[in-house]
T-cell receptor, first 117, second 111 residues
Framework: GAVVSQHPSRVICKSGTSVKIECRSL??????MFWYRQFPKQSLMLMAT?????????EQGVEKDKFLINHASLTLSTLTVTSAHPEDSSFYIC?????????????FGDGTRLSIL | KNQVEQSPQSLIILEGKNCTLQ??????????LRWYKQDTGRGPVSLTI???SENTKSNGRYTATLDADTKQSSLHITASQLSDSASYIC??????????WGAGTKLIIKP
């Protein structure tokens, strides 16, 4: 149980393109979803916390107009990287937490490898 | 400052051997500590989660320990297998649900 599906798994596109990444909790409802990015040989870095039905909370230094997050339902959150540039190339991972609070573990998707040419 | 430090940064052992990974933290107030396994190019998978009152927790060949007094945790892997090759990440949760991530230990199991 507790499967999180992330799509697409890999994107290669030209500079200036906007890219949308979907994160779905397949067999549970997730009030809260998280978006991370990970650079090679580094740990995950939290970008934003997405709450269903409300605006996402962004971490310091993350541009909300650059990384648009929508959490329209209890099973789906999307991250759109707008006008992507080569420096946005990274591994983006979402996670979802079962409704019930902080002791519930986060379940992670398998990530999206974004490459901007 | 809330921090999580892991050691070693990387480790290579032979298949079948045991190993222990370390995690020291300075997170306060402490809520819980988790160990994740992350295969290359995949998302992390939870191995164990421990609260303040728990000293040890096992998940198959993985055994995590927690010493809340010294703010140290370890992950012991018994009879390692090739599939154990991955990064192991220690994550500490503060009472406000903020997660503080360690940089991970990259474990390589050689046949």
């Amino acid at each position: 149980g507790a499967v999180v599906s992330q799509h697409p798994s890999r994107v290669i596109c030209k500079s200036g393109t906007s890219v949308k990444i979907e994160c779905r909790s397949l067999d549970f409802q997730a009030t809260t979803m998280f978006w991370y990015r990970q650079f090679p040989k580094q740990s995950l870095m939290l970008m934003a916390t997405s709450n269903e039905g409300s605006k996402a909370t962004y971490e310091q230094g993350v541009e909300k107009d650059k990384f648009l997050i929508n959490h329209a339902s209890l099973t789906l959150s999307t991250l759109t990287v707008t006008s992507a540039h080569p420096e946005d190339s990274s591994f983006y991972i979402c996670s979802a937490r079962v409704t019930g609070g902080g002791l519930q573990p986060q379940h992670f998707g398998d990530g999206t490898r974004l490459s901007i040419l | 400052k809330n921090q999580v430090e892991q050691s070693p940064q990387s480790l290579i052992i032979l298949e079948g051997k045991n190993c222990t990974l370390q995690c020291n933290y300075t997170v306060s107030p402490f809520s819980n500590l988790r160990w994740y396994k992350q295969d290359t190019g995949r998302g992390p998978v939870s191995l164990t989660i421990m609260t303040f009152s728990e000293n040890t927790k096992s998940n198959g060949r993985y055994t995590a320990t927690l010493d809340a007094d010294t703010k140290q945790s370890s992950l012991h892997i018994t009879a390692s297998q090739l599939s154990d090759s991955a990064s192991y990440i220690c994550v500490v949760s503060a009472s406000n649900y903020q997660l503080i991530w360690g940089a991970g230990t990259k474990l390589i199991i050689k046949p």
